[in-house]
Nanobody, 119 residues
Framework: QLQASGGGLVQAGGSLRLSCAASGRTFSRYVMGWFRQAPGKEREFVAAIDWSASTTYYGNSVKGRFTIARDRAKDTVFLQMNSLKPEDTAVYYC??????????????WGQGTQVTVSS
C-alpha cells in the first residue's frame, strides 16, 4: 500500500530524493512519516508531515538538511535529503498514521529503500 523508492548510492555532501506512493487506498488525510534503520541500530524517526502539509516535524539529526513534502493529489510523499553524511546510511521507510503529526504510533508501513552514503 505504501511504496518507497529513490534510494541509492551517493557521495557525502550529495543529495537524494525519496518518494513514497500510495496504492490500493488513499492516505491523503493521514500524517505521513519517514523513518530509517541502520544495521545494528534501532529504527529512528526522520520526519513527518500532517495531512494538509501545514506542519512538518524533523528528527534532530536531519534538521536543516532534509525536507519532507507531499502531493496530496498524487498521494505521494517526498523526502529531499541534502548534505548527506555517511551516518545517514540506512534503510528508509515511509509510514502513515491517523492523528497528530507528533504522534509516535504509525499504522501503515511501506517496504524500505536503501540509502548508502560513501565518504
Amino acid at each position: 500500500q505504501l511504496q518507497a523508492s529513490g534510494g541509492g548510492l551517493v557521495q557525502a555532501g550529495g543529495s537524494l530524493r525519496l518518494s513514497c506512493a500510495a496504492s490500493g487506498r488513499t492516505f491523503s488525510r493521514y500524517v505521513m512519516g519517514w523513518f530509517r534503520q541502520a544495521p545494528g541500530k534501532e529504527r529512528e524517526f526522520v520526519a513527518a508531515i500532517d495531512w494538509s502539509a501545514s506542519t512538518t516535524y524533523y528528527g534532530n539529526s536531519v534538521k536543516g538538511r532534509f525536507t519532507i513534502a507531499r502531493d496530496r493529489a498524487k498521494d505521494t510523499v517526498f523526502l529531499q535529503m541534502n548534505s548527506l553524511k555517511p551516518e545517514d546510511t540506512a534503510v528508509y521507510y515511509c509510514a502513515a498514521r491517523w492523528g497528530d503529526v507528533h504522534g509516535t504510533e504509525y499504522h501503515y508501513w511501506g517496504q524500505g529503500t536503501q540509502v548508502t552514503v560513501s565518504s
